[in-house]
């Protein structure tokens, strides 16, 4: 769990770093600094997605996913609980679920995250887990100076997520197979998409309510790998 726990400091320290800078911003250098941060979760969702497989599981998944998070409300839920947690701590930051929402995908959906995890736990180094390090820090820097505290934040979901792929990778590593991991991957960049185009202000889309698909597309995958199902 050393890498997972390096991990999750480098995003405490990353984010404190880019709130101390926004601070000082002024607001026509936050605007274009917001869209330069839209434009590059695009990107990355759009390199996520690039060489998509199984085409129809995700759709699926993003689907289910969706209409379950709807049906539960999980995005007014998340806001509710942000609006509490800005008040008992006193934080003013406009866009705290966003910026937890975005700081999560980015930290903890993409091959490096699972691949690193399964290297771990399964006995092996933290090499890549300590180089992610290195990447979400820097990033945590650019995404907390614009969004705000809600990067901080998201170091918590990412501990808990990571160190569940590293112990279910001790206890489990038969189930993360290279099919689920692609399926994944191109999912978490289906919603980095989504959340670009809200960072962007193209139209406001209900992300947090499709990250069901998450847990979906993971059990689709594994009765597919489970029972040997042949999609067309």
Known sequence: MIGTIVNTASVIAGG?????LKKGMPERIKTIYFQAVGIFTLAIGISMVWNMEHILVIVSSLVTGAILGEWWNIEKSTEQLSEWTKKKLHIGSEKFSEGLTTSFL?????????????EEGTGGTSRLLFTKSVMDGFSAVILASAFGAGVVFSAVPLLIFQG?????????SDLLTPEMIKALTSLGGILLIGLGINILEIKKL???NML???VVVVIFMWIIVKFNIRLL
Do not use: D
């Not at 404190?16 to 101390?20: A, F, H, K, V």
């Not at 569940?164 to 489990?172: P, Q």
């Open 164 to 172: 569940g792929l590293t112990l279910l990778a001790r206890y489990a």
């Open 212 to 214: 069901p698909a998450l």
């Open 206 to 208: 209900r992300i947090m």
């Open 16 to 20: 404190c770093i880019g709130l101390m």
């Open 106 to 118: 980015l930290f903890c959906i993409g091959a490096m995250t699972i691949m690193g995890a399964i």
